[in-house]
């Protein structure tokens, strides 16, 4: 009789190797370090501030449009509600401020991981600071105010068009006078000149305004309506 084939035994499973703790703690700090890099980066891009003191006269400022607006017709308004809440929110958290970089200007500065600011244009020079009168820095905030409150990933003609009309209906309620619509800018509807500076946004139709109707933004801004 033939004897029967004695069965192989599986092969001993290969030991994994470890992973050294020291390798560990190396790749965290690298990752660490790279993160940090990167914010460094971001906040290097920020534009220069005014000195403390005088960003203190500049929000000093901004509270009295706010009390304006608050006792404006626009201030009642739901929309009004809203940006100015907006605003005061920048405000208490201390990220609305303002830069001698922007001069005349505005922008809502927005980086990936940290937190949105609103910096103001204001001039700066040894004798103190000038900031914009109420009405210019009511299109300012306002404007700014808008783009904060829609946080939009990519802003659309009809954003820029709600943000302007926010800046001329501001500017009117500090001013004691009712907005101009369709708000005109250079002469031309406030659309009509986003459509013919603003080359890079497109439309959408399916853009939410600010306390409004599509169609109430449309008429203020000038934008013809589909017939």
């Known amino acids: 009789m033939s004897e029967e084939p004695t069965p192989s035994s599986p092969p001993e499973p290969k030991e994994r190797p470890r992973t050294s703790p020291v390798r560990v703690a190396i790749l965290l700090l690298i990752g660490v370090v790279a993160i940090g890099a990167v914010w460094a980066w971001r906040l290097s891009k920020r534009p220069p501030e005014v000195t403390p003191e005088h960003a203190k006269q500049g929000i000093a400022q901004v509270e009295a449009v706010l009390e304006k607006i608050d006792a404006s017709d626009f201030g ?7 940006l100015t809440a907006r605003l005061r929110k920048f405000i208490a958290s201390g990220h609305l401020r303002f830069s001698p970089d922007l001069r005349a200007e ?10 949105q600011m609103i910096y ?6 040894p004798r103190g600071a ?8 009511a299109k300012r905030l306002y404007h700014e105010a808008l ?7 990519v802003v659309c003609l009809e954003e820029e068009c709600d943000a302007f009309t926010a800046a001329e209906e501001a500017s009117a309620a500090v001013a004691g006078r009712k907005p101009r619509y369709p708000v005109l800018r250079d002469n031309e509807p406030i659309w009509d000149w986003v459509n013919v500076n603003y080359t890079e946004m497109s439309s959408n139709e399916n853009y939410r305004p600010v306390g409004r109707s599509h169609d109430d933004l449309a008429e203020k801004a000038g934008e013809p309506l589909p017939q």
């Not at 009642?76 to 809203?82: A, D, L």
């Not at 505005?106 to 937190?115: A, F, N, T, V, Y």
């Not at 783009?147 to 990933?153: D, L, M, R, T």
């Open 130 to 137: 000038t900031f914009p009168n109420a009405e210019r820095l």
């Open 147 to 153: 783009h904060a409150e829609q946080n939009s990933k």
């Open 106 to 115: 505005s922008i809502l500065w927005d980086q990936p991981g940290l937190p």
């Open 120 to 125: 103001i244009g204001a001039m700066e020079s």
């Open 76 to 82: 009642q308004t739901e929309r009004g509600q809203i």
